[in-house]
Nanobody
Framework: QVQVVESGGGLVQAGGSLRLSCAASGSTFSINVMGWYRQAPGKRRELVADITSGGNIRYAEFVKGRFTISRDNANNTMHLQMNSLKPEDTAVYYC??????????WGQGTQVTVSS
């Protein structure tokens, strides 16, 4: 099994920056893709960005040019650098680890609030 824990959320003014981190533990050798998702009140959970073990990255259109995802396979961590934050980025951000078995491990989420 794999467990993931997020950290780094908080309150920031529009235009500011935050860095989220996700730490994985357990059978981390089985992790294929790691990603960040977010869910705003009353909305569906959506992909923000993800990165494969080989370093292939994809971003949602709404974060391109503002957010940067990175992954440290040696330390089983993933980060999301968020710049130029907007009020509409306010959401709970979740880390997800997709294993080679097809199983997904989700974290508890970290709140990001962007004030206008």
């Amino acid at each position: 099994q794999v467990q993931v824990v997020e950290s780094g959320g908080g309150l920031v003014q529009a235009g500011g920056s935050l860095r989220l981190s996700c730490a994985a533990s357990g059978s981390t050798f089985s992790i294929n893709v790691m990603g960040w998702y977010r869910q705003a009140p009353g909305k569906r959970r959506e992909l923000v960005a993800d990165i494969t073990s080989g370093g292939n990255i994809r971003y949602a259109e709404f974060v391109k040019g503002r957010f940067t995802i990175s992954r440290d396979n040696a330390n089983n961590t993933m980060h999301l650098q968020m710049n130029s934050l907007k009020p509409e980025d306010t959401a709970v951000y979740y880390c997800k680890a997709l294993l080679i078995t097809g199983y997904s491990a989700w974290g508890q989420g970290t709140q990001v609030t962007v004030s206008s």
